[in-house]
């Protein structure tokens, strides 16, 4: 398996811009998770979702940032407008529910001009 | 109080000594702990997770939980150079939902020649 895909790696923005995240968890695997690093605030879980449906989003910051999974396959975390303070490391992660194990994509590096 | 706490380091460490990373958390209810290690510029891997008091062993790391003192720790035994990175601390706090990690800051570790 390819493990959790995440795309794009890198991306620079400028403030007030529409930022897509995209990820694709391992096959099978029933839970997905995004989360948010920074230096300042450490590994924070922003979402998390199981068979496709969001059950929690307490970590989402604020409206501007939403989060959807349209199918088992593909989630999307969507930050407008976009500011310089989310700048940050973004993973996603996924897992299935029996194990308690959760498998961390390679992350997108969001720099916010 | 930060809900996960953990010294930031660095511990720096000689070769074949044992590393001991220490983790205390504030919610007396939970009742899953893990410890992620996460090497610069890339994502969290899972070493090992505890549940129940006492230790827990698997190769040269030992995990060790004490619920009375709200305390989890990491052992590395003959520390290696390839073991220096940023170990993450995690748990599930009580009464929250599958899954729902809460992140220490992390405690980074040198392992020199």
């Known amino acids: 398996d390819a493990g959790v895909i995440q795309s794009p790696r890198h991306e620079v923005t400028e403030m007030g811009q529409e930022v897509t995240l995209r990820c694709k968890p391992i096959s099978g695997h029933d839970y997905l998770f995004w989360y948010r690093q920074t230096m300042m605030r450490g590994l924070e879980l922003l979402i998390y979702?199981?068979?496709?449906?969001?059950?929690?989003d307490s970590g989402m910051p604020e409206d501007r940032f939403s989060a959807k999974m349209p199918n088992a396959s593909f989630s999307t975390l969507k930050i407008q407008p976009s500011e310089p303070r989310d700048s940050a490391v973004y993973f996603c992660a996924s897992s299935f529910k029996t194990q308690e194990t959760q498998y961390f994509g390679p992350g997108t590096r969001l720099l916010v001009l | 109080q930060k809900e996960v706490e953990q010294n930031s380091g660095p511990l720096s460490v000689p070769e074949g000594a044992i590393a001991s990373l220490n983790c205390t958390y504030s919610?007396?209810?939970?009742?899953?702990f893990f410890w992620y290690r996460q090497y610069s510029g890339k994502s969290p891997e899972l070493i090992m997770f505890?549940?129940?008091?006492g230790d827990k062993e698997d190769g040269r790391f030992t995990a060790q939980l004490n619920k009375a003192s709200q305390y989890v720790s990491l052992l590395i035994r003959d520390s290696q150079p390839s073991d220096s990175a940023t170990y993450l601390c995690a748990v599930i706090p009580g009464g929250t939902s599958y899954g729902k990690l809460t992140f220490g800051q992390g405690t980074i570790l040198t392992v020199h020649p």
């Open positions: 979702f199981n068979n496709n449906v969001p059950i929690d």
């Open positions: 505890i549940y129940s008091n």
């Open positions: 919610d007396r209810g939970s009742q899953s």
